[in-house]
């Protein structure tokens, strides 16, 4: 089960980190992604990463500004995110695979609720 938290109001070009917390044993060997949706879009790929956090994978979209990371010691994955826009206004979800990560939603098996992230001009 995986729970994303973390989500809030943050002004353009501000910082900040979710966080997508998981129960249960087999965490660790799962692959992790972010996606977002945004109000009336499909859900988006944005982020990924393997189940030993030494591979990561980013949309264009938000390359070079988010970064993935995992702690399996805290069964958490974390997405920091800076210099956000008002397109990064979205519903973040955390969802696990147990293959190699890919970026449509049918690759994740297990969901969490999401968390809202608003970034105000």
């Known amino acids: 089960q995986l729970q994303a938290s973390g989500g809030g109001l943050v002004q353009v070009g501000g910082s900040l980190r979710l966080s997508c917390a998981a129960s249960?044993?087999?965490?660790?060997?799962?692959?992790v992604g972010w996606f977002r949706q945004a109000p009336g879009k499909e859900r988006e790929y944005a982020a990924s990463?393997?189940?030993?956090?030494?591979?990561?994978y980013y949309s264009d979209s938000v390359k070079g500004r988010f970064t993935i990371s995992r702690d399996n010691a805290k069964n958490t994955v974390y997405l920091q995110m800076n210099s956000l826009k008002p397109d990064d206004t979205a519903v973040y979800y955390c969802?696990?695979?147990?293959?190699?990560?890919?970026?449509?939603?049918?690759?994740?098996?297990?969901w969490g609720q999401g968390t809202q992230l608003t970034v105000s001009s």
């Open positions: 969802a696990a695979s147990p293959w190699v990560p890919g970026t449509q939603t049918t690759d994740f098996i297990s």
């Open positions: 249960g044993r087999t965490f660790s060997s799962y692959a």
């Open positions: 990463i393997d189940w030993s956090g030494s591979t990561t």
